[in-house]
């Protein structure tokens, strides 16, 4: 089954710079990838879905790219604010067939420095 | 209040105790997952649910079992706890065909 990486566990940077995050996925391509973002002690909350024929989605300040040649993600996050600061999760269907739950990666723990 | 509700929040017990954790949603999905979270090994799905009578063992499903008492709520049981079990655990929620999944609050659970 699949595996994902994100690149990294921890990411600092400073206020209003843009923050990229990846993630990277092993084996087939998956019909679409989400992100999600969770705050410390709180549960997951949905923030960008694209779909495999997508080259990339927007939302307010937020982008997520899909490359499926190099099996990754970028997740980026422009003008960041200190609010920003959490943790963030990508996720993808374990196989390319069949209804079965996301898997998720580790996430990456961004802090954004005023 | 939340569409995904996990009672209790905070529970410490004692190994060999048996816990249970309740969650109910009221979302009308049809689908429920519970998760667990430890620090460095992320979410992994425990069970999950499509329907009210199915019922699946996710990725560590040892230690645990589920009940669906109905199409919202979805209980997880730890028939005999043990230490390595204290861990930050979620219901979730998602609707058939649909890709999003919901979460609850959390359950922070610790056997002593």
């Known amino acids: 089954s699949q595996k994902i990486e994100q690149n990294s566990e921890a990411l600092n940077i400073q206020e209003g710079k843009t923050a990229t995050l990846t993630c990277n996925y092993t084996?087939?391509?998956?019909?679409?990838l989400q992100w999600y973002r969770q705050d410390p002690g709180r549960g997951p909350v949905f923030l960008l879905l694209i779909r495999e024929n997508e080259k990339e989605k927007r939302k307010e300040r937020l982008k997520v790219t899909f490359d499926t040649t190099l099996k990754q993600s970028l997740f980026h996050i422009t003008a960041s604010q200190p609010a920003d600061s959490a943790t963030y999760l990508c996720?993808?269907?374990?196989?390319?067939?069949?209804?079965?739950?996301?898997?998720f990666g580790k996430g990456t723990r961004l802090s954004v420095i005023a | 209040d939340a569409d995904v509700t996990q009672t209790p929040r905070n529970r410490i017990t004692k190994t060999g105790k048996r816990i249970m954790l309740e969650c109910s949603q009221t979302?009308?999905?049809?689908?429920m997952y519970w998760y667990r979270q430890d620090p460095g090994l992320g979410l992994r799905l425990i069970y999950y649910s499509f329907d009210v009578k199915d019922i699946n063992k996710g990725e560590i499903s040892d230690g645990y079992s589920v009940s669906r008492q109905a199409q919202a709520k979805f209980s997880l049981s730890l028939e005999s706890a043990i230490p390595n079990q204290t861990a930050l655990y979620f219901c979730a929620t998602s609707e058939p065909g649909g890709n999003t999944i919901y979460f609850g609050e959390g359950s922070w659970l610790t056997v002593v």
């Open positions: 084996n087939y391509s998956p019909a679409y």
């Open positions: 996720a993808l269907p374990p196989r390319n067939s069949g209804n079965t739950p996301l898997v």
């Open positions: 979302k009308g999905h049809d689908r």
